[in-house]
T-cell receptor, first 113, second 116 residues
Framework: DTEVTQTPKHLVMGMTNKKSLKCEQH?????MYWYKQKAKKPPELMFV???????INESVPSRFSPECPNSSLLNLHLHALQPEDSALYLC????????????FGPGTRLTVL | GESVGLHLPTLSVQEGDNSIINCAYS??????FIWYKQESGKGPQFIID?????DKRQGQRVTVLLNKTVKHLSLQIAATQPGDSAVYFC???????????????FGKGTKLSVKP
C-alpha cells in the first residue's frame, strides 16, 4: 500500500466547533507531517512527528493540536478556528533517511465560517 | 532567512514541446533540492531530487539542473504531455538540527498548462 489517505475530503466548521482531521498510512514510514496550503501558495509545514513523537512545531497556534496515536495514524484536532485558517490541510509521510521524498495525501479542504 | 522562489507563476507550452521550469534559491547550505508536482485536487507528488554536489540528474522524461554559482534550479520536461499539466514546486531541504533530517521548504510554484 503506497497511499496516504485523509478524511474527510471537505470540512465546513464554525468558529466555535471542535473537529478532527485524520491521516492514515500503511507504508511503514516513521515520519509524518502536517502542512497547511492556502490557495495558489506552497505548502507550509506545521508539525512533524518522528517515531510517534512530536519533533517539530512550527509556531502553530494552540487551536491546532496534533496527535499521533500509532505509527499509522496522524490526527489534527481543531478548536476555535478563525476564518483565515481556511485552507487545504495536507498530511505527508517519509522514510527516515529520505525525508525530502515525502508522500502526500490528497488533503482536507477546510472552510471556517 | 531560507527561501526558495520561482521566476514565473505560469507557463504554457504546446503538447510535444519541451518545458523548462525555473527556480531560484537563497540557502547555499541546503544539501538536497527537490521538484514536486501538484495536480488539481491532489497533494504534491515527488518527481526528482538532486544532491547539492551534483549539477545534473536525469529521470524519466525529466532532467533537473543545479547551478550553485547563481543559486538556480531548473526542471526540464521532455515531450510535454497533457498529463504534465500541474503546479510544479521546487523545494530545498532546510537546516538539519542535531541528528534530525532537515525539513522541506517549498518555493512559490509554477503552473504549467499544456495546449493540445
Amino acid at each position: 500500500d503506497t497511499e496516504v489517505t485523509q478524511t474527510p475530503k471537505h470540512l465546513v466548521m464554525g468558529m466555535t466547533n471542535k473537529k478532527s482531521l485524520k491521516c492514515e498510512q500503511h507504508m511503514g514510514h516513521r515520519a509524518m507531517y502536517w502542512y497547511k496550503q492556502k490557495a495558489k501558495k506552497p505548502p507550509e509545514l506545521m508539525f512533524v512527528y518522528s517515531y510517534e513523537k512530536l519533533s517539530i512545531n512550527e509556531s502553530v497556534p494552540s487551536r491546532f493540536s496534533p496527535e499521533c496515536p500509532n505509527s499509522s495514524l496522524l490526527n489534527l484536532h481543531l478548536h476555535a478556528l478563525q476564518p483565515e485558517d481556511s485552507a487545504l490541510y495536507l498530511c505527508a509521510t517519509s522514510r527516515g533517511l529520505r525525508a525530502y521524498e515525502q508522500f502526500f495525501g490528497p488533503g482536507t479542504r477546510l472552510t471556517v465560517l | 532567512g531560507e527561501s526558495v522562489g520561482l521566476h514565473l507563476p505560469t507557463l504554457s507550452v504546446q503538447e510535444g514541446d519541451n518545458s523548462i521550469i525555473n527556480c531560484a534559491y537563497s540557502n547555499s547550505a541546503s544539501d538536497y533540492f527537490i521538484w514536486y508536482k501538484q495536480e488539481s485536487g491532489k497533494g504534491p507528488q515527488f518527481i526528482i531530487d538532486i544532491r547539492s554536489n551534483m549539477d545534473k540528474r536525469q529521470g524519466q522524461r525529466v532532467t533537473v539542473l543545479l547551478n550553485k554559482t547563481v543559486k538556480h534550479l531548473s526542471l526540464q520536461i521532455a515531450a510535454t504531455q497533457p498529463g504534465d499539466s500541474a503546479v510544479y514546486f521546487c523545494a530545498e531541504r532546510g537546516a538539519q538540527i542535531g541528528g534530525s533530517q532537515g525539513n522541506l521548504i517549498f518555493g512559490k510554484g509554477t503552473k504549467l498548462s499544456v495546449k493540445p
